[in-house]
């Protein structure tokens, strides 16, 4: 019998601080339920829009495939927060192809994420206003419940930015 063991993964650098970490965790949360709201109208559901709203959105046929690839895209972008407090983020993987078992440099997490929290804070921030826009493709419940859903994305950018500037404070003077 063939036993195959793991070793977990050895930490270079100080462990993130708490705070930090829940960030982290907080950050797929947020971006869960507008994206389950777009899975929904992908598939046939109105959620919120009236008939010819929902025709003009355009969600169906390849339109579906778009907005379920937008829904994977972001949930798979907002995981890879937890990269920047976790050990995986540091060192690769012993399983990676060629690269397992090296260490990341730090530039090359915290330039991305850097821009990454620039472009979701400037890209979201402005959906506080959702009410004070009329949106005629909705009915009120609908975008009052869609406002709901997409507001928590507001807090993606600053939190992403956050929780960069940690990684880059425990990276730094890190050889790589």
């Avoid at 972001?74 to 976790?86: D, I, P, Q, R």
């Avoid at 690769?92 to 990454?116: D, E, H």
């Avoid at 956050?162 to 404070?169: D, I, K, P």
Wanted: aromatic share 10%.
């Amino acid at each position: 019998m063939v036993r195959m063991t793991t070793t977990p993964p050895v930490r270079t650098v100080p462990a993130p601080p708490r705070w930090a970490v829940r960030a982290a965790h907080v950050v797929p949360l947020l971006v869960l339920p507008s994206g389950v709201w777009r899975l929904l109208l992908a598939a046939g559901h109105r959620g919120g829009h009236t008939e010819a709203g929902y025709e003009a959105l355009g969600a169906t046929g390849w339109g579906a495939v778009y907005v379920v690839a937008l829904s994977v895209a972001g949930e798979v972008l907002a995981l890879l927060t937890l990269g920047l407090v976790s050990p995986w983020g540091e060192v690769l993987p012993p399983w990676v192809p060629r690269f397992g078992g090296r260490r990341i440099p730090p530039s090359a997490a915290v330039v991305p994420a850097a821009v990454g929290s620039v472009a979701l804070t400037l890209l979201w921030t402005p959906f506080v206003l959702w009410w004070a826009v009329p949106h005629p493709g909705m009915t009120p419940l609908g975008g009052t419940v869609a406002g709901f859903l997409y507001l928590p994305l507001v807090a993606w950018g600053p939190l992403l930015a956050a929780v960069t500037v940690s990684y880059h404070r425990r990276r730094r003077g890190v050889p790589a």
